[in-house]
Structure formats: structure tokens, C-alpha cells
């Protein structure tokens, strides 16, 4: 995958490519990156890169030309190296909403060029001539859009073939199946006076494999039932949701004040 980012500030995205995961991958060569500040595609002194809204209103508006002439670059370099048509998105909380199904469709792509935006916005016309996608890490504003590329971009690569040490680790993360994770424990066996469940320690794979899963439907109902209520479940899965309810003693409500509705 060839992910590239148009930023007024490159160094940002070193917090990502110098570390962890992200940091291996690249070095494996299983993605590759390139920055592109618009600052560099303009030629006065000041290096303007914005200015003021028509109609007036507080803050600036990124330009149109500086933006354009970046994905241009950004768009050759990945055609140069085999990419056809790079999708290029643009960070805005009015985006679609980023979540797995955006993440699956996404990572399905050879190439993107990411827009970090800053100010009030961009000029709308850039926005309906050069962009594909408009995405968004949630209902919130940020002061500029590196640190939800930044996001993307790591989204992107964990799921990339060959990136985690255990190929099943992004298939087992929450969301992977619509719900949130179940609960984790490692050594050792008792702390603070609490146990890591027999289950766990039984050998018997079906048997954790079950409790795990109920744990997931559990947890996903306590504190995302949103998730739930948007998936039919199946017979076992329905079984094994009850069988957590009756478990809590708290069949009737999720467990946290404040959050309504069940499967």
C-alpha cells in the first residue's frame, strides 16, 4: 500500500512512522509514505497557503491551488509506482464516519493520498473537484487533520498481510465482528486478589473459545448496545447473551447507568 499524506506539517507524522507497529511495517517494506506540505507548491515570500472566507466569519480557508498542485504530486509519485488511480480522502468531521466496515473498504485500495486539513476548512471547490472520500474519526473537531490520518493510516496498515506477529491479532480486535473485544489476563494467575477465570486456564479450547464469545456479546450489550441492535443475532449467539445477563444478575439493564436498550 502506498498511503500519502498533504500536511503544512510533515514532522507530525514522524510520531507514527518512527514507532511500533506502523514503524516495522514500513521498514518491511509492507507500505510506503510520502508527505507533501502545500507550503512548498506556492511561490511568494510568505508562503500562503490560506485566506479569508467569502462572506466573512472568523478564521482562514486553505487554498484551492497549493492543495491541488500537492495531490498532483502526490497522485504521480504513486502512478510511477504502480497505482493506477490512488483514492484520495480528506479528513473532515463532515466525513463518513470511520469505523470497520470504512477500514475493511479502505484497505482494499493500492494507494491513497490522505488531506490533513487545518483552519476553518478547505475551499469547497478543491473539495468537488479533486476529492473521492470524506472521512471522519468521529463527531469532535481536532485542530488540523494529521492526527486522524494518522489514525487511518494506522488502521490501514495492521490489517495489511504480515504486519501483526499473530496473523489473527486484527481479525480477534474489537469491531473485527461488529463487537467489542472480550476481556484479556496473563500472568499471573492472581493479583490484587483476583483470579484469572478457570476457563482460561482449562486447555479446553472450545470451552474458552465459547466463554470468550459470550463475553463479547456481554460487554458489547453493556456498553455498546447501538452494535447490537443493528446485528440479528443467531440462535447461539442470542443463548450465550442470555446466559451472560443471567450470570451479572442483570437481565433488564446493561450494567452502566446512562446506556439503554438490549439485543
Known amino acids: 500500500m502506498k498511503f500519502d499524506a498533504v500536511t503544512l506539517f510533515p514532522e507530525m507524522f514522524d510520531a507514527i512512522l518512527d514507532f511500533g507497529v506502523t514503524r516495522r511495517a514500513r521498514e518491511e517494506g509492507l507500505f510506503d509514505f510520502a508527505a507533501w506540505n502545500p507550503r512548498d507548491f506556492v511561490a511568494d515570500n510568505h508562503r500562503t497557503v490560506d485566506d479569508r472566507p467569502y462572506g466573512g466569519g472568523p478564521g482562514m480557508v486553505m487554498l484551492a491551488g497549493p492543495l491541488a498542485a500537492c495531490i498532483a504530486a502526490a497522485v504521480a509519485r504513486q502512478q510511477q509506482g504502480g497505482v493506477e488511480r490512488p483514492l484520495v480522502v480528506l479528513m473532515s468531521p463532515q466525513g463518513e464516519r470511520l469505523g470497520e466496515p470504512l477500514v475493511r473498504e479502505l484497505s482494499a485500495q493500492?494507494?491513497?493520498?490522505?488531506?490533513?486539513?487545518?483552519?476553518?476548512?478547505?475551499?469547497?471547490?478543491?473539495?468537488?473537484?479533486?476529492?473521492?472520500?470524506?472521512?471522519?474519526?468521529?463527531?469532535?473537531?481536532?485542530?488540523?487533520?494529521?492526527?486522524?490520518?494518522?489514525?487511518?493510516?494506522?488502521?490501514?496498515?495492521?490489517?495489511?498481510?504480515?504486519?501483526?506477529?499473530?496473523?489473527?491479532?486484527?481479525?480477534?480486535?474489537?469491531?473485527?465482528?461488529?463487537?467489542?473485544?472480550?476481556?484479556?489476563?496473563?500472568?499471573?494467575?492472581?493479583?490484587?486478589?483476583?483470579?484469572?477465570?478457570?476457563?482460561?486456564?482449562?486447555?479446553?479450547?472450545?470451552?474458552?473459545?465459547?466463554?470468550?464469545?459470550?463475553?463479547?456479546?456481554?460487554?458489547?450489550?453493556?456498553?455498546?448496545?447501538?452494535?447490537?441492535?443493528?446485528?440479528?443475532?443467531?440462535?447461539?449467539?442470542?443463548?450465550?447473551?442470555?446466559?451472560?445477563?443471567?450470570?451479572?444478575?442483570?437481565?433488564?439493564?446493561?450494567?452502566?447507568?446512562?446506556?439503554?436498550?438490549s439485543a
Open 110 to 261: 493500492a494507494g491513497l493520498v490522505v488531506i490533513a486539513g487545518r483552519y476553518e476548512g478547505v475551499d469547497e471547490r478543491l473539495v468537488q473537484e479533486q476529492v473521492h472520500r470524506e472521512v471522519s474519526i468521529g463527531d469532535f473537531v481536532v485542530s488540523g487533520g494529521e492526527l486522524p490520518a494518522m489514525m487511518l493510516l494506522d488502521c490501514l496498515v495492521r490489517r495489511l498481510p504480515g504486519c501483526l506477529g499473530d496473523a489473527q491479532s486484527a481479525t480477534q480486535d474489537s469491531f473485527s465482528e461488529g463487537l467489542l473485544d472480550w476481556p484479556h489476563y496473563t500472568r499471573p494467575e492472581a493479583w490484587h486478589g483476583r483470579q484469572v477465570p478457570d476457563v482460561l486456564m482449562s486447555g479446553n479450547h472450545a470451552a474458552i473459545a465459547r466463554w470468550r464469545r459470550k463475553q463479547a456479546l456481554g460487554r458489547t450489550w453493556e456498553r455498546r448496545p447501538d452494535l447490537l441492535q443493528a446485528r440479528a443475532l443467531s440462535k447461539e449467539d442470542a443463548q450465550l447473551l442470555d446466559e451472560y445477563r443471567s450470570e451479572r444478575g442483570n437481565d433488564n439493564k446493561p450494567a452502566h447507568p446512562g446506556l439503554t436498550g
